[in-house]
Structure formats: structure tokens, C-alpha cells
């Protein structure tokens, strides 16, 4: 795809005797929010995975802004433009809102541990960026008044929105959401959907999402990408590829219909 911001051509994981990415290729254009749907076990973690480098395929190349970051560690690719949440949160939640996202951006920031401790007063001037550009981004998420409340503190919903926001502290260009909408309540599933469509319009983020709950596929994504064992079988629009009957046959014992009801 020209003007794709990430390509993943023809990939593939082994863990051990398990095949979890099978072949798969993907694109995600710039600017784009591309659903990755399928059954359970169907990779779409994995794949996730692959994006940001916390595992690299054993087949395949990953490009990014049309470099190649097959290789690259994860923090390489952060520095690049990527962002991720996880399935399961990864907050601190003992501390506040704020730190989290300023905690962030020093983990970010770790290759230049060493210049900051030469130089107390560029570590001091960078948390003050960081502190500044934390706030900005909680009232920009409507969370301000939270900022200093622990995380544990606050709803699942709440805690997800924190995870995107502490996502956002390093300006990304791609942002990767694995499962985003899991364990939210309808109205916060309105507010997720508004949300990642204001990331995109405002922000101009390209968005790579894997979702289960099929309103917010369907009212999202530009583009689906339908995985099933580890292989591509379907891609198009979502209210295409939701009436794929290869899709559905995918889908059949996999609760499907329960999930595409939420
Ligand atoms: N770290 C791992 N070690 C071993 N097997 C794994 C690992 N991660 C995923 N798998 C296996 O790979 C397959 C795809 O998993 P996953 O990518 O999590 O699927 P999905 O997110 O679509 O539910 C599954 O069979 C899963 O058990
Ligand atoms: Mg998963």
C-alpha cells in the first residue's frame, strides 16, 4: 500500500510447537484506523506484539514510516512513533495519575539516563516538559480532576483512558489499542469510540485496532483485517467483511453472535 505508516508482509511467529502468525500480511495507511478481528487464539496479540517489538517474527518483514523495524527493539520503536496499550493494563497503580504519565516518558527516555545524571539541570527541565506535557494531556482526555488520585484509585474505564493518554506522552504517529473496549460498560464504550476517532481527526494518529466488540469495529475502522489461525482470511470494509460468510464460518463456536451483540 503507498502511504502506508506500517506494513507487515507475510509473517511468522512459532512458540515453540505453536503456530501463532501464520503467513499474515497488513497495512495500515496513514491516517487510517484498520480493526485486526478473529477468533480467539486467531494471533491478534501476537501480531500486536510484533508491531511494537515485544516479539519479532521469525518470517517476514515489519516497516514503519518505510523503514524496516523487523529487528528493532521496542523502545527503538517507540522513539520512531509508536504507542501501544495492552490487553491487560500496565499502570502503576499505586501512584498517581500524573506520575504515570510522567514515569512514562523517563522510561522513554532511558538511553539518555547517563546525560541526565551529568546533567541535573536537563532532567530537571525535561520532568518540568514532562509534568506540563502530562496535564496538557489529562485535561485533553477530560481526566484533570484525577491527576493526582492513585490509579487504583479509578474505574476500569478510566484506567484504560490513562493507558492511551500515558501512550500519548511520546507524540506517536502509530497507535496500537489490543482490545481497548474489554470490560467496559456501554457508555464508556461511547466515550472509547469518540475518543480514538479524536485521536485520529486532531492528532492525525494512524490507529491499529484489535477489538472484540463489533460496534466498535463497525463504528471506527476504515479497514478490517480478519485473522483466523495465525492467517489472513478476509479484509474490506466492516460491514463487508462482518457479512463475509468466511468470516461468520470462522466465528461459528466462538461466540460470535454474543460478541457481536455487546
Ligand atoms: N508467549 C506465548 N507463548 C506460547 N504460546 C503463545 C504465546 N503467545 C501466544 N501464544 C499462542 O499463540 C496463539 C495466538 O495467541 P494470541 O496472539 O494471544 O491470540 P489472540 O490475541 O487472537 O487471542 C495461541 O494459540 C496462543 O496460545
Ligand atoms: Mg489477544
New binding site residues.
Given amino acids: 500500500m503507498s502511504g502506508a505508516i506500517l506494513e507487515m508482509r507475510r509473517i511468522a511467529k512459532h512458540?515453540?510447537g505453536?503456530t501463532?502468525?501464520n503467513g499474515a500480511t497488513l497495512a495500515v495507511g496513514t491516517g487510517q484506523i484498520v480493526g485486526l478481528i478473529?477468533?480467539?487464539?486467531?494471533?491478534?496479540?501476537?501480531?500486536v506484539?510484533l508491531v511494537s517489538g515485544e516479539?519479532l517474527p521469525d518470517e517476514g518483514e515489519i516497516s514503519f514510516n518505510s523503514e524496516v523495524v523487523t529487528h528493532l527493539p521496542s523502545y527503538r520503536r517507540a522513539r520512531l512513533g509508536m504507542a501501544r496499550s495492552f490487553?491487560l493494563l500496565r499502570l502503576f497503580s499505586s501512584l498517581s495519575v500524573e506520575d504515570n504519565l510522567v514515569l512514562a516518558n523517563h522510561m522513554r527516555m532511558k538511553a539518555g539516563f547517563v546525560d541526565s545524571v551529568l546533567s541535573r539541570k536537563n532532567a530537571r527541565l525535561e520532568e518540568a516538559t514532562a509534568r506540563t506535557r502530562a496535564r496538557e494531556l489529562l485535561s485533553w482526555f477530560d481526566l484533570q480532576e484525577f491527576a493526582s488520585q492513585p490509579v487504583a484509585a479509578l474505574s476500569i474505564g478510566q484506567q484504560r483512558m490513562v493507558e492511551i493518554a500515558r501512550g500519548m506522552m511520546s507524540q506517536p504517529s502509530l497507535f496500537v489499542l489490543?482490545e481497548p473496549a474489554a470490560g467496559l460498560s456501554p457508555p464508556n464504550v461511547d466515550r472509547l469510540i469518540d475518543l480514538v476517532r479524536r485521536l485520529r481527526d486532531e492528532f492525525g494518529i494512524s490507529i491499529l485496532l484489535?477489538e472484540h466488540v463489533m460496534r466498535v469495529v463497525r463504528d471506527l475502522c476504515d479497514h478490517v483485517v480478519v485473522?483466523d489461525a495465525?492467517q489472513k482470511i478476509a479484509e474490506g470494509r466492516p460491514e463487508d467483511v462482518v457479512n463475509d460468510p468466511v468470516v461468520i464460518e470462522a466465528y461459528i463456536g466462538s461466540g460470535w453472535k454474543r460478541r457481536a451483540q455487546a
Fill in positions: 512458540f515453540g505453536v501463532a502468525v478473529g477468533p480467539n487464539g486467531s494471533g491478534k496479540s501476537t501480531m506484539n516479539f490487553q489490543d484489535v485473522l495465525g
